[in-house]
């Protein structure tokens, strides 16, 4: 895909250790074989909690070898990943929250020290925040800074997010929802659409590359997914909830059809080959497209956020829109006229930005949220769409780059909501990933 006027306006902006078996007698009574039974589940969590490990490979900054990356906002996406200090430890099992849906509640008290993980957003000392969050980073983000590094070919920086991902990969495949890169400490659960993302990241490495390296990481993330799905064949948020999301699922589905694009037909990756992988993401996409597409108008359609869930997700429309794209199914311009009726919101004031609002529900937040405007330009320009407004938009949000001293901010405004999420002035990892992504010349995502 060539760069488009847009990509030249915002680029002058921004660049600047083994299973132990035992034999055991037969239990003598069902005392003795209930105990018996409570120790092998004991044993069985216990080996499915057991981490991959290994070595994480070092890039620029932490690398003093390495050679800094050109682009200033690559530079300050870089400098994200690690650990920074804090002022006094958080207290263990403070709320933890963020931008988006389905915010954190707390880390668990564990954890093993630091990690290489990019941090999610570059919070001021100042704020009373700082503590709290300074040190939090979902595992979406990570997963999306690799795709910005494989977008602009910075294969160290991609190569440490994904050893980092690997080696906190548990046995069954299962990656938590966040983490803590000071201490080690782990969100307590796991989300699909987190995992998918990581597993689409693996995957453009995979292609960009033509390397097998993350096949491992690939394949227990494919289990472990696919391990989720309903008797509709449709993945559920996690392990311990019933609900299903829109956005997970068309985010497996991508991860699936990406993965069996590359594919031999006689290659295996977790057990799963090209001709099952594609049978299961075209079962799930077209369950995707009845169960959760609503056709309003002859002109305008929307994706839901989930089943029995009647929000309207902007990054939802984006992807979903994206995808319906894929298939040849005219209705992803109707998904794209939904998100120019209903989500745009112009600039409310000489120096503040326009852009996309993260919901079109009621009592949602009117904040221009920075992420899903740049995924709804991105849609735009992968549907062949000329939009001026999408792309005055990014080019606005790509005005508060500051070569690489300080990334794009995450929305206009603050707003915190126990419902929709938090959203921040601070400058934003995710939204520095899809500037960088949306600049490419080469689209790895959902690749067409």
Same mark, same amino acid.
């Given at each position: 895909?060539?760069?488009?006027?847009?990509?030249?306006?915002?680029?002058?902006l921004?660049l600047?250790?083994?299973?132990?078996a035992?034999?055991?007698?037969?239990p003598?009574?069902?005392?003795?074989?209930?105990?018996?039974?409570?120790?092998?589940?004991?044993?069985?969590r216990?080996r499915?909690n057991?981490?991959?490990?290994g070595?994480?490979? +070092?890039?620029?900054? /932490?690398? &003093?070898?390495?050679?800094a990356p050109?682009?200033? $906002?690559?530079?300050? %996406?870089? !400098?994200?990943?690690?650990?920074?200090?804090?002022?006094r430890?958080?207290?263990?099992?403070?709320?933890?929250?963020?931008?988006?849906?389905?915010?954190?509640?707390?880390?668990?008290?564990?954890?093993?020290?630091?990690l290489?993980?990019?941090?999610?957003?570059d919070?001021?000392?100042?704020?009373?925040?700082?503590?709290?969050l300074?040190?939090?980073?979902?595992?979406y983000?990570?997963?999306?800074?690799?795709?910005?590094?494989?977008?602009?070919?910075?294969?160290?920086?991609?190569?440490?997010?994904?050893?980092?991902?690997?080696?906190?990969?548990?046995?069954?495949?299962?990656?938590?929802?966040?983490?803590?890169?000071?201490?080690?400490?782990?969100?307590?659960?796991?989300?699909?659409?987190?995992?998918?993302?990581?597993?689409l990241? +693996?995957?453009?490495? /995979?292609r &960009?590359y033509?390397?097998?390296?993350?096949d491992? $990481?690939?394949?227990? %993330?494919? !289990?472990?997914?696919?391990?989720?799905?309903?008797?509709?064949?449709?993945?559920?948020?996690?392990?311990?909830?019933?609900?299903?999301?829109?956005?997970?699922?068309?985010?497996?589905?991508?991860?699936?059809?990406d993965?069996?694009?590359?594919?031999?037909?006689r290659?295996?990756?977790?057990?799963?080959?090209?001709?099952?992988?594609?049978?299961?993401?075209?079962?799930?996409?077209?369950?995707?497209?009845?169960?959760?597409?609503?056709?309003?108008?002859s002109?305008?359609a929307?994706f839901?956020?989930?089943?029995?869930?009647?929000?309207?997700?902007?990054?939802?429309?984006?992807?979903?829109?994206?995808?319906?794209k894929?298939?040849?199914?005219?209705?992803?311009a109707?998904v794209a006229?939904a998100?120019?009726?209903?989500f745009?919101?112009?600039?409310?004031?000489?120096?503040?930005?326009?852009?996309?609002?993260?919901?079109f529900?009621?009592?949602?937040?009117?904040?221009?949220?920075?992420?899903?405007?740049?995924?709804?330009?991105?849609?735009?320009s992968?549907?062949?769409?000329?939009n001026?407004?999408?792309?005055?938009a990014?080019?606005?949000?790509?005005?508060?780059?500051?070569?690489?001293?300080?990334?794009?901010?995450?929305?206009?405004?603050?707003?915190?909501?126990?419902?929709?999420?938090?959203?921040?002035?601070?400058?934003?990892?995710?939204?520095?990933?899809?500037?960088?992504?949306?600049?490419s010349?080469?689209?790895?995502?959902?690749?067409?």
């Amino acid at each position: 895909m060539r760069l488009t006027a847009l990509a030249f306006l915002i680029a002058a902006l921004v660049l600047s250790g083994p299973r132990l078996a035992s034999a055991a007698a037969p239990p003598s009574s069902p005392a003795a074989a209930d105990e018996q039974a409570q120790t092998t589940q004991k044993g069985k969590r216990k080996r499915a909690n057991r981490r991959r490990g290994g070595h994480v490979r +070092a890039a620029w900054p /932490r690398s &003093k070898k390495a050679r800094a990356p050109k682009n200033g $906002l690559a530079r300050w %996406l870089a !400098k994200q990943v690690g650990s920074v200090k804090v002022r006094r430890r958080a207290r263990a099992g403070a709320a933890q929250t963020g931008s988006g849906s389905g915010t954190p509640t707390g880390l668990s008290t564990g954890g093993d020290g630091q990690l290489w993980l990019v941090r999610s957003f570059d919070i001021p000392k100042t704020d009373a925040a700082y503590n709290r969050l300074a040190n939090y980073s979902w595992t979406y983000d990570n997963a999306l800074a690799t795709f910005a590094f494989i977008s602009i070919g910075l294969k160290p920086g991609a190569e440490q997010l994904l050893d980092q991902l690997k080696a906190l990969q548990r046995a069954d495949g299962s990656i938590e929802f966040a983490f803590d890169t000071r201490t080690g400490a782990a969100a307590p659960y796991f989300r699909s659409g987190a995992l998918a993302w990581v597993g689409l990241a +693996a995957t453009a490495y /995979r292609r &960009k590359y033509d390397s097998e390296r993350y096949d491992a $990481l690939i394949g227990g %993330l494919l !289990k472990y997914l696919l391990g989720l799905r309903t008797s509709a064949g449709l993945v559920r948020g996690g392990p311990d909830v019933s609900w299903v999301s829109t956005q997970h699922n068309l985010l497996t589905v991508g991860f699936l059809r990406d993965l069996a694009d590359q594919m031999s037909s006689r290659e295996t990756i977790g057990g799963f080959s090209r001709s099952s992988l594609d049978s299961i993401q075209s079962t799930m996409g077209s369950a995707v497209l009845s169960r959760l597409l609503v056709q309003e108008s002859s002109t305008s359609a929307y994706f839901k956020q989930g089943i029995d869930d009647a929000q309207v997700p902007l990054d939802v429309q984006a992807l979903g829109a994206i995808y319906l794209k894929l298939r040849g199914d005219a209705r992803a311009a109707h998904v794209a006229n939904a998100i120019t009726a209903k989500f745009y919101t112009p600039a409310r004031g000489t120096g503040t930005i326009a852009g996309y609002r993260p919901f079109f529900s009621t009592g949602a937040p009117d904040v221009v949220w920075s992420e899903g405007t740049i995924e709804a330009s991105l849609a735009f320009s992968r549907l062949g769409i000329a939009n001026p407004a999408a792309d005055a938009a990014v080019a606005g949000i790509a005005a508060t780059v500051k070569g690489s001293i300080t990334g794009p901010i995450g929305a206009d405004r603050d707003v915190i909501s126990p419902v929709w999420g938090e959203y921040h002035t601070w400058p934003a990892s995710a939204a520095a990933s899809w500037l960088l992504i949306r600049l490419s010349g080469q689209q790895l995502l959902f690749v067409d």
